[in-house]
């Protein structure tokens, strides 16, 4: 009864980490595009599934736990260790899905690194822009007192009437 439990724990989790990535991969093409209004549904996706997890991880948790004190383990045992204990009697249907969970969790990581630098690189580019921009509406060109006109540095654009 417990593995059955442990299993179904694992294939929701692994579903739930499967949409994660899902969700990452298209917001890194959607950042490419710089898609805004894409970006913003990305990220509320991202924070439901962060929350979906976060709920249903205490049940894997305690799913583990329990099949770990019917294989003689500790109950603080890993699912590693869990899985890896029940292989040794023939069963390798949950080391198969805890490497598969492993795989899905180092890929999310590897995406998650990737958009974040992508996101980072893209704020200072605009960072940058705006930095110039302002740079180049602050900086006024006055009538001056020996005639021409002179680059100075205002607050904002002057305009001499005189002119």
Known sequence: MELKKMIEELTVQTGLLNELLQVLERETAEMGDVNINAMTLS????????????KQTPCLQQAISAQAVREG??????????????????????????????????????????????????????????????????????????GGYHPRPAGAVMINREA
């Open 43 to 54: 990220n509320k996706a991202k924070e439901e599934l962060t929350a979906r997890i976060t």
């Open 73 to 146: 383990l500790p109950g603080s045992a890993s699912l590693g260790t869990v899985a890896v204990h029940i292989a040794k009697r023939g069963n390798r249907d949950p080391l198969a899905r805890q490497q598969q969970i492993r795989m899905t969790a180092e890929r999310i990581q590897q995406v998650a690194s990737l958009n974040h630098e992508i996101a980072e690189r893209f704020s200072a580019s605009v960072t940058t822009s705006l930095n110039l921009i302002s740079r180049l509406i602050n900086q006024s060109n006055v009538y001056g007192a020996s």
